[in-house]
């Protein structure tokens, strides 16, 4: 992360509420910073794929599904830790999923996903990346048995039943499967 760029913190004990800002590039550099852990010398970090969850479930269920799928050797994206806000922020999510995902998210399917305006806008931009889903680069994970009207765009696609799965011991073979395919 070069001298451009500062962390702004609010206060709060949630580790959500932390916004990552950039100020202005000076001449010579680029609006390529998407990421903090990007450095020196056009540095830029690539991940496996893009967790997409809703701000009310990042506590109880994001970080710790995302540090789980760290520790099975994925390196995934998570807006609140890693994306450096250089301009708006759904064109900067979006530059994320494309340049940095290569497309791919896991989308955390909950009772709180279909009010999420964020998660809604990354599930249709991932989908219109991969119009017929010939890449198979969105992984719909379900945690809530009932999470409202499922989006159109997600229907017909096969969903992992993140509790169901684990029960039965199925889960991180899924997991593997859906994410390096």
């Known amino acids: 992360m070069g001298k451009t760029s500062k962390v702004i913190r609010k206060e709060s004990k949630s580790i959500t509420d932390e916004i990552i800002c950039a100020k202005e590039p000076t ?9 903090v852990f990007d450095g020196p010398n056009n540095y830029k970090q ?20 995302h540090v789980m799928l760290e520790k ?9 830790r890693d994306l450096v806000l250089t301009g708006p922020l759904y064109e900067n ?7 940095r995902c290569n497309g791919k998210i896991i989308v955390v399917l909950s009772a709180n996903y279909v009010s999420s305006e964020e998660c809604l806008f990354l ?3 991932a989908r219109v990346l ?4 010939r890449s198979r680069n969105i992984i719909p994970v379900q945690i809530d048995k009932d999470i409202g009207e499922l ?3 997600l229907k017909g696609m096969s969903i992992i ?6 029960r039965l011991g199925w889960l991180k073979q899924k997991l593997i499967d859906a994410i390096s395919a």
């Open 27 to 35: 001449r010579g550099q680029t609006m390529d910073i998407l990421s």
């Open 130 to 133: 991969d119009p017929d889903s």
């Open 123 to 125: 599930t249709y931009f």
């Open 151 to 153: 989006p159109s765009v």
């Open 93 to 99: 999510l979006a530059r994320a999923l494309e340049e």
């Open 161 to 166: 039943r993140y509790n169901q799965a684990f």
């Open 46 to 65: 690539y991940y496996t794929a893009f967790l997409c969850c809703a701000q009310k479930d990042l506590e109880t269920f994001g970080l710790p599904f």
């Open 72 to 80: 099975m050797g994925f390196r995934i994206f998570l807006p609140p």
